[in-house]
């Protein structure tokens, strides 16, 4: 099956570090890819020139097995291409609606259409499992609902691959279930899914695929059986 997303023999240096070292990783449609690894491995790296937000030092990215160059994470949006973070991006001072269609709000003859926001709000979080008002200040919500938030911010654009950062971090189970889910359901619509996590059981829960980094090297990319 051809790839949606492709990276080929990627290495990331900084100054005289290398924190990526020729790492291939292919995300297929309709599959959940997790990377796994400790602290300092190169997980958080690899996703940010995935999504645009780095570029490699060498190496590439194929998208649909044709090179690209993303010029940063708006373009590579624009692509299909996004990712939830696991720092919270919100602003505060806004309610949740307004933080979901910052930068994308709906107009209708010219002025912004709230009504249609708001709806569009409710629904993306009832879909999340957050029952939360769409007219709510962020700076009122706990860390988990920004979270979500969050989440629901990136999944309301159209959308090929989905990275996901440590997602469940501040997620209580229940929250999680919900996200795994969407995961889910991401899957059978026919998106790749990277999925980037600490805790294995999550990752034998919803993976199909698994690859281990250590020290920026790639150890082995398996089946999750």
Do not use: C
Not at 171 to 187: D, G, H, N, Q, W
């Amino acid at each position: 099956m051809k790839a949606v997303l492709r990276a080929d023999h990627v290495s990331k240096s900084f100054g005289p570090i290398e924190v990526l070292s020729d790492i291939s990783l292919a995300l297929q449609p309709g599959e959940v890819h997790a990377v796994i690894g400790e602290n300092g491995a190169g997980k958080s790296t690899l996703m940010r020139i995935l999504s645009g937000h780095l570029p490699p030092t060498k190496g590439g990215l194929f998208l649909d097995e044709e090179p690209v160059t993303f010029s940063g994470p708006v373009e590579a949006e624009h692509r299909g291409i996004v990712l939830v973070h696991q720092e919270i991006l919100l602003a505060e001072d806004l309610t949740v609606a307004q933080n979901l269609f910052l930068g994308r709000e709906v107009r209708r003859g010219g002025l912004m259409d709230d009504r249609a926001m708001r709806a569009r709000t409710v629904t993306a979080l009832d879909e999340l499992g957050a029952h939360l008002s769409p007219d709510t200040e962020v700076r009122r919500l706990s860390i988990a609902d920004r979270q979500l938030v969050q989440i629901a911010r990136a999944l309301l654009v159209p959308h090929r691959v989905v990275v996901f950062d440590e997602p469940t971090a501040v997620l209580t189970p229940v929250e999680a279930e919900s996200l795994f889910a969407v995961i889910r359901r991401l899957k059978a619509q026919g998106a790749a899914v990277l999925y980037i996590s600490h805790r294995l059981n999550e990752v034998k829960a919803i993976a199909d695929r698994v690859t281990v980094l250590r020290d920026g090297r790639l150890v082995a990319t398996r089946d999750i059986e």
